[in-house]
């Protein structure tokens, strides 16, 4: 497996809530933690959840995650213009021996 | 607070080798908190986990580039130096350099990212 399979594309209006899924298998999602970073255009990506569903400090409560078997989602709640970015899953992978990243997900706010 | 900083050329001709740099600020390469770690992002598309590098100098690599990959440490002067051997345009790509918590697997801190660009 390359990447993990996330929708191209998710949009809402604001308020809204919306999930972005991230599918894996047994040796990533599966046994390990996921992780949730968002990228601003132009900009690196910025680091937004870990171990499934963590928030570090300055990251709001509008953000969650979860995690199912081989499958993760992010959540965002009260949908705002500043969250069009586009948001990527990672996992580290048992069988790479390497760090696998989501194919991407493109949030936009309508 | 770590800070990266992305150093190298922005042109690389084909069959040549790719020289990346980042120095690293507020931490020190040779702490036993961080892997460090480089990633890629070719122009639009997703990001690429290109491998990794511990203070004792073990190294991990993606094994779709391993064979052309070297990660080092260069300890006196703070950097970690990415070589990226035989390019081509696919090579094309924003080079992120990141930190990596001990023990776990989670990228807490990104380098601004340089653009290399593949082309004769």
């Known amino acids: 497996q390359s990447a993990l399979t996330q929708p191209p594309s998710a949009s809402g209006t604001p308020g809204q809530r919306i999930t972005i899924s991230c599918s894996g298998s047994?040796?990533?999602?599966?046994?390990?933690?996921v992780y949730w970073y968002q990228q601003l255009p132009g900009t690196a990506p910025k680091f937004l959840l870990y171990?499934?569903?963590q928030r570090p400090s300055g990251v709001p409560d509008r953000f969650s995650g979860s995690k199912s078997g081989t499958s993760a989602s992010l959540a965002i709640s009260g949908l705002r213009s500043e969250d069009e970015a586009h948001y990527y899953c990672?996992?580290?992978?048992?069988?790479?021996?390497?760090?696998?990243f989501g194919t991407g997900t493109k949030v936009t706010v309508l | 607070q770590v800070q990266l900083q992305e150093s190298g050329p922005g042109l690389v001709k084909p069959s040549e080798t790719l020289s990346l740099t980042c120095t690293v600020s507020g931490g020190s390469v040779s702490s036993h908190s961080y892997y460090w770690s480089w990633i890629r992002q070719p122009p639009g598309k997703g990001l690429e986990w290109i491998g990794y590098?511990?203070?004792?100098?073990?190294?991990n690599y993606n094994p779709s580039l391993k064979g052309r990959v070297t990660i080092s440490l260069d300890t006196s002067k703070n950097q970690i130096s990415l070589n990226l051997s035989t390019v081509t345009a696919a090579d094309t790509a924003v080079y992120y350099c990141a930190s990596v918590v001990s023990g776990t697997y989670m990228i807490d801190y990104w380098g601004q990212g340089t653009l290399v660009t593949v082309s004769s």
């Open positions: 990672a996992a580290w992978d048992d069988s790479l021996s390497g760090q696998l």
């Open positions: 590098i511990y203070y004792t100098g073990t190294t």
């Open positions: 171990r499934n569903n």
């Open positions: 047994s040796s990533n999602i599966g046994s390990n933690y």
